[in-house]
């Protein structure tokens, strides 16, 4: 507890300086909200950390739980083509 010079006592909480954990790890400093679309203007927001998120467009990311509806990129083979 901190005092003011007019003698009132001042409590700080520093609580709210803590930084949120990724909701799915809880390992991890939240760094980004999920972007998966849930209703009209809605979407997920869980916090999650740059391991846990999956990168889907440029600003976008989707948490583990809806990885599944994220569009994966189509990747090549050893000899060049797609598969």
Known sequence: ???LPDGTV???N???QRRRMCSWCGRKPVTRLCDF???KD???DMGI???CATPVAADQDHCPKHKSHSVQPVQANLFGGAR
């Open 1 to 3: 507890m901190n005092s």
């Open 42 to 44: 809605k979407t997920c």
């Open 14 to 16: 520093m609580a709210s």
């Open 37 to 39: 679309p849930v209703g």
């Open 10 to 12: 001042v409590h700080l």
């Open 49 to 51: 950390c740059d391991f």
